[in-house]
């Protein structure tokens, strides 16, 4: 069971938008910020999202992240094939004194 | 251009050791903390254990804390995993990832580079 709640999976179809929702609590999400990974398939992890909603460069801004209270979300617009992932949220947890994952969204582009 | 190259993994018994590598290089590596992250055959990403920039301060998760131990040799840019007393439940790819900052606790830093993994597995 992860600290950090996920969806297990989502789907849209090319040029849909799709959100990807995080849930925490008051010790990781409530007063951290979030990071999210993207892990293609038969690939590492890379970064999506960094600290809530700022994207490292090359990454389109087609996705962007957003934080409220103790919950987080990933959004990708304009759907495209190549999206099709699993999508994992992560932050600090102030209480474990752990880096802590969600379980993971394996999004499918139909 | 940051790369990082795991190296070490393979198939060990329960209740053996082994020593995970990751060489480094692109960034000026006694600048910033690193972190072991795991992923189990299926399953989601977990994360291990991290180091500070200079080795003094490291921090495990509860399912490794005793057995495993992190270091690092900032004179040849690696950082290391040291894996004692593995179980079947280590079975899993094995990520070395970089900070973006130079302590491996607290909020407002986040894993920018990540390495292709080494892979272990636990069996007898």
């Known amino acids: 069971q992860s600290v950090l709640t996920q969806p297990p999976s989502a789907s849209g179809t090319p040029g849909q938008r799709v959100t990807i929702s995080c849930f925490g609590d008051?010790?990781?999400?409530?007063?951290?910020?979030v990071n999210w990974y993207q892990q293609l398939p038969g690939t590492a992890p890379k970064l999506l999202i960094y600290?809530?909603?700022r994207r490292p460069s090359g990454v389109p801004d087609r996705f962007s992240g957003s934080e409220s209270g103790t919950s987080a979300s990933l959004a990708i617009s304009g759907l495209r094939s190549e999206d099709e992932a699993d999508y994992y949220c992560?932050?600090?947890?102030?209480?474990?004194?752990?880096?802590?994952f969600g379980g993971g969204t394996r999004l499918t582009v139909l | 251009e940051v790369q990082l190259v795991e190296s070490g993994g393979g198939l060990v018994q329960p209740g053996r050791s082994l020593r995970l590598s990751c060489a480094a290089s692109?960034?000026?590596?006694?600048?910033?903390?690193l972190h072991w992250v795991r992923q189990a055959p299926g399953k989601g990403l977990e994360w291990v254990s991290g180091?500070?920039?200079?080795?003094?301060?490291?921090g495990y998760a509860d399912s490794v804390k005793g057995r495993f131990t992190i270091s690092r040799d900032n004179a040849k840019n690696s950082l290391y995993l040291q894996m004692n007393s593995v179980r079947t439940e280590d079975t899993a790819l094995y990520y070395c990832?970089?900070?973006?900052?130079?302590?491996?606790?607290?909020?407002?830093?986040?894993?920018?580079?990540w390495g292709q993994g080494t892979l272990v597995t636990v069996a007898s």
């Open positions: 008051s010790s990781n999400i409530g007063i951290n910020t």
């Open positions: 692109g960034f000026t590596f006694d600048d910033y903390s």
């Open positions: 990832a970089k900070d973006s900052g130079s302590a491996w606790y607290g909020g407002r830093r986040y894993f920018d580079y």
């Open positions: 180091i500070s920039w200079n080795g003094g301060d490291t």
């Open positions: 992560a932050t600090w947890d102030d209480n474990l004194k752990n880096w802590v």
């Open positions: 600290t809530d909603d």
